[in-house]
DNA sequence: GCCAACGTTGGC
DNA sequence: GCCAACGTTGGC
């Protein structure tokens, strides 16, 4: 999951004072599918800060929720992301909540997953690839945590 | 700040 | 249904 540091960083999540917070705003078709589809409950989640100094994942989180909650900012019409096109009756929008689990020892760079052959097929390296919300690998999850000098709970 | 990539919108 | 215009993302 990308976030920009400056709206909302790991350590922003790290000390929300709900111990959690709603992943909410995503206005992409296929990222909100990944999200819906393809995450649960106890999933651990890739930290990644685009438009930061440095860019690159800085740690994990662990989703703490189902994965398709309605996104309430799709209703808020004050909201940048309010949706007059959808209803609470078929929320077009959903979200999952996301909860601080670790920083990396040593974050892993978008230099640097770039430059491990292991990590070739990422997405997050593939030119153009804009999606906030991506899948990983197992395989790719593990060697980024590896990198990252973290060792992810068994 | 630049610009490539790409999704969305809307006229036709 | 096509496609040009436009807006957003995000690395650099």
New binding site residues.
Partial sequence: M?S?PEVYSLDDLKHDPAGKTGWD?I????ARNFMRDQMQAGDLVLY?????AV??VYGVARIVSEAAIPDPTQFDPASRYYDP?SSPDDPRWVMAEVAYVAHFPEPV???QL?ADPALADML?I???????IQPVAPADFRRVCELGGWTPPA
């Fill in positions: 990308k920009e705003s206005r992409n078709y296929q990644y800060h685009s438009n930061a860019p690159g096109k760079s978008l230099a770039k997050v593939k030119r153009g690839q804009r999606l906030s």
